[in-house]
């Protein structure tokens, strides 16, 4: 395996399975020193090469209205490790990264090419389907190179993504069951629950569909 993922890995693997998004940022804000992105990038380059099940790696990934998301690995500390490559700005639709949303998880990304601008807001629910108040307090400029904390609880969104954005994400192990975006326009709340834990509701819509 490449050296320099290998040596993130084995980091991950020995970091106490309560560790927060600090001390994740601090691992890898380490971890980054050793190697500017150029490395990085060409270290991944030969891990995907020689990565043993390609199978689970192309079966594992994801579509999003802006991104793929390719999970890379899972670490015995519970967190996970996987590549955000985002799309060509012609190329994608409203959705996603760029609406208001919060996470499952905290985490920390590495921006390995490319950039963004990440925008924080404060939300006041209303109930379980609108937000009442929306205040954006703060925003991030990212590019090559940086490393930015999303914390579970925090809302952001993102603007403004350069051609061959790039992102290696760090996951904290997930806090909550279930994440929500919000629509600007209407205030509107869905929630989001991972596919591998609708089996339940898959099996009960079987069962209620053959009554």
């Given at each position: 395996?490449?050296?320099?993922?290998?040596?993130?890995?084995?980091k991950l693997n020995t970091a106490d399975g309560s560790a927060n998004e600090r001390v994740i940022k601090k691992l890898v804000s380490g971890w980054r020193r050793t190697?500017?992105?150029?490395?990085?990038?060409?270290?991944?380059?030969?891990?995907?090469?020689?990565?043993?099940?390609?199978?689970?790696?192309?079966?594992?990934a994801r579509e999003t209205a802006t991104h793929y998301v390719w999970p890379l690995v899972s670490c015995d500390s519970g967190c996970s490790v996987c590549i955000n490559e985002f799309k060509d700005p012609l190329e994608m639709a409203v959705g996603y990264a760029t609406t208001l949303h919060d996470h499952r998880y905290s985490f920390v990304s590495l921006v390995l090419s490319g950039?963004?601008?990440?925008?924080?807001?404060?939300?006041?629910l209303c109930d379980r389907h609108h937000v009442s108040k929306i205040h954006e307090v703060g925003q991030d400029i990212l590019t090559e190179g940086d490393i930015v904390v999303v914390n579970d609880a925090e809302f952001h969104r993102i603007q403004g993504i350069r051609r061959s954005t790039i992102t290696l994400v760090v996951k904290c192990?997930?806090?909550k069951n279930e994440s929500l975006s919000i629509d600007l326009r209407t205030g509107r709340i869905t929630r989001h629950i991972p596919v591998e834990a609708r089996v339940g509701r898959l099996i009960e819509a079987l069962a209620l569909t053959g009554i």
């Open positions: 395996m490449s050296k320099l993922m290998a040596e993130l890995f084995r190697a500017e992105p150029k490395s990085i990038r060409a270290d991944l380059v030969q891990w995907c090469e020689s990565f043993a099940d390609v199978a689970k790696l192309r079966t594992g950039g963004y601008t990440q925008v924080r807001d404060a939300v006041e192990p997930p806090t």
